[in-house]
């Protein structure tokens, strides 16, 4: 199964930072990865898919990229409803797997 | 609206089975494939199972893989997933999925707890 490794793990931040999380998949994956929100005791959301595509009715601060083993998730300002977990996911071949998870907070 | 309602979680003991079910509604189910996920108390999440959207084919992860089984009725808008052997391990939120254009997973239900002890 492919691995996905996803760093940091934790971050702390403040209102108005510009914040990276960072994907990296064992084997190539072309752009066959999505990145998702979730918040405590919620269903995950989509927010990216095919790595830099961003889904329906998420704000354009949310910005990914990167093709075949290395991507990234970028929120260009963060807002208080963006302290969350997220997770990339790599559809490119069942097994699907996802990171590990970053956790934003707040400074 | 898109809606999954997942149901059939509770506590079960080591090595007995549960089967959990997803109601489907808002889209029309059978022309969906469709995703289990679960997340174990405090960790991150884990793809279990998809079935196509005719239920001819399925994919498994390797910690499920001969225990647990994805089906799908398509004239009740319900997906299911029969879980044998239980582990402690399996102790989760399971979520139910849609999938998207193959690739990504665009409506998720609000999930059903599993508990695996004796």
């Known amino acids: 199964a492919i691995q996905m490794t996803q760093s940091p793990s934790s971050l702390s931040a403040s209102v108005g930072d510009r914040v990276t999380i960072t994907c990296r998949a064992s084997q190539g994956i072309r752009n066959d990865l999505g990145w998702y929100q979730q918040k405590p005791g919620k269903a995950p959301k989509l927010l990216i898919y095919g790595a830099s595509s961003l889904q329906s009715g998420v704000p354009s601060r949310f910005s990914g990229s990167g093709s075949g083993t290395d991507f990234t998730l970028t929120i260009s300002s963060l807002q208080p409803e963006d302290f969350a977990t997220y997770y990339c996911l790599q559809d490119y071949n069942y097994p699907w797997t996802f990171g590990q998870g970053t956790k934003v907070e707040i400074k | 609206q898109v809606q999954l309602v997942e149901s059939g979680g509770g506590v079960v003991q080591p090595g007995r089975s549960l089967r959990l079910s997803c109601a489907a509604s808002g889209f029309t189910f059978r022309s969906y494939a469709m995703h289990w996920v679960r997340q174990a108390p405090g960790k991150g999440l884990e793809w279990v199972a998809v079935?196509?959207?005719?239920?001819?084919?399925?994919n498994y992860a390797d910690s499920v893989k001969g225990r647990f089984t994805i089906s799908r009725d398509n004239s009740k808008n319900t997906l299911y997933l029969q879980m044998n052997s239980l582990r402690a391990e399996d102790t989760a939120v399971y979520y139910c999925?849609?999938?998207?254009?193959?690739?990504?997973?665009?409506?998720w239900g609000q999930g059903t707890l599993v508990t695996v002890s004796s």
């Open positions: 079935i196509t959207y005719d239920g001819s084919n399925e």
């Open positions: 999925a849609k999938d998207w254009r193959g690739y990504d997973l665009d409506y």
